[in-house]
């Protein structure tokens, strides 16, 4: 996953199958994701007590037949 980079951010917040993951740069990698499995993912940015308001949710599912499943997705976070 990736998304335009924020100068304002500090870090991101990745919520990737209902699990929070901390991203310092705009771009997550899920790895381990089976064949023809259904991932959701949505981030904010984070500016030290502050958080953004989550962007959209997008539900992605991983290839058939694939030997290595890639997810591509651009993000569109909105600042408050």
Known sequence: LAWDELIEAEYYQVMADSKYVISDTNAFTHTGLS?????????????????SEWSDEIVVKTNVYSKQNCISHNFAIRSQ
Do not use: P
């Open 35 to 51: 064949e023809n499995s259904t991932h959701t993912y949505k981030i904010r940015l984070v500016q030290g007590d502050t958080f």
